[in-house]
């Protein structure tokens, strides 16, 4: 029984640090995107024409986001007042 629990103990390991640097990673990539979007607005349209808009999210640059609405996959990114 010994030998079993020392064999599987490095591939438990592996598993811990593969998890613990995935999470990590997943952190610092969403706030590495908080951070790009600073400063700029995202104004979301109901078509191609962008004619109707259906929402709004803004990113100011102390870190204060303001949504309203719904996103949609047609957006326009434009610098932000704050």
């Known amino acids: 029984m010994k ?3 020392i064999r599987f103990r490095p591939i438990f390991l592996a ?4 998890v613990g640097f995935t999470t990590m990673t997943a952190s610092k990539q969403a706030d ?4 790009g979007k600073a ?3 995202f ?3 109901r078509d191609a024409t962008h004619r109707t808009l259906v ?11 303001v949504r309203s609405g719904t ?6 990114e434009e610098p932000a007042g704050c």
């Open 39 to 41: 400063g700029h607005e």
């Open 3 to 5: 030998s079993i629990s």
């Open 43 to 45: 104004d979301y349209y």
């Open 32 to 35: 590495a995107q908080q951070v």
């Open 55 to 65: 929402g709004f999210v803004i990113f100011c640059k102390d870190g204060q986001t």
């Open 15 to 18: 598993a811990l640090f593969i």
């Open 71 to 76: 996103t949609s996959q047609f957006v326009v």
